[in-house]
């Protein structure tokens, strides 16, 4: 194969991220590659993800380019991706993972805590709408969407006082300055796999890019996302994780919120990593998701108990 085709979505972050992941591959395999822009669902809809079906909306198009060929390769955002594995693709290399923390974006240089009662905070996440709630039942919750520019655009305008983006994302695109504040993901967990990177490729076809996978990440986010689906939550579920591997431990935190920000229930748990005779990452997911839908989180997610 003389060059890669790599296939991504068309905006900013997606194009620099994926162009990340081309320079890389490029730089650990020496093959060539060109990026393949494709339009999912997800960018021709304007609904809150909450109506719009946030499973598979900003991937299910550039996974069809795949299957169909018109690509080799494809880079998701991780948080976007199906939990449920697929029959002709498989994600061969979860690249080392970017900040996964969610970033304040706020008028003034406010924290989330200095923001005054009544306060606009746009988020098009249905997690993060029921945290914003359950922190600060006083500020005006706002469902927006669109792209990084035009979500920072509201709170220059003044139609918002704040957003709420992912770190990552920022970091990628060089637009730190905007950043308020970032929450700690030890009271404010982030989507499962946030700040990482999925490259999929045709079933049969990993070596073109196991290059790049990095194993930390991929034991720290599979945890994360085996919890997800688990408890049998879409991607836009109001479900936050978080995992990370240290000293010879992998360390999972898993919480479900109800949408109005009334109800959280949260589990954490540890297993040895790594471990040759088993699968860590779904060990303790399995031990988070079990004392989580023994407390109830079925009734928040809709997950069978």
Known sequence: MSVLRIGTRGSVLALTQTGMVADDLTDATGAATELVTITTDGDRSNEPLSRAGGTGLFTGALRDALVDGRCDVVVHSLKDLPTAPHEQ?????????????????????????????????????PRRMAQLRRRRPDLEVVDIRGNVDTRLGKVTSGELDAVILAAAGLNRIGRTEVITELLDP????????????????????EDLVRALDHPETRAAVEAEREVLALLEAGCSAPVGARAVVDA????????????????ALTSSHATSW????????????????????????????????
């Open 89 to 125: 693709l498989v994600v061969a290399a979860i690249p080392a993972r970017e900040d996964p923390r969610d970033a304040l974006c706020a008028r003034d240089g406010l924290t989330l805590d200095a923001l005054p009662a009544g306060a606009r905070v746009g988020t098009g996440s």
């Open 274 to 305: 790594p471990d040759d005779q088993g699968d860590p990452s779904r060990e303790v997911a399995a031990s988070v998701a079990r004392e989580l839908l023994d407390a109830g989180a079925a009734d928040l997610t809709g997950a069978r108990p």
């Open 186 to 205: 030890d009271v404010w967990p982030t989507a499962p796999g946030q700040g990482a990177l999925a490259v999929e490729v045709r079933r049969g076809e």
């Open 248 to 263: 010879g431990l992998l360390l999972l935190s898993a919480s479900v919120y109800s949408l109005d920000g009334a109800t």
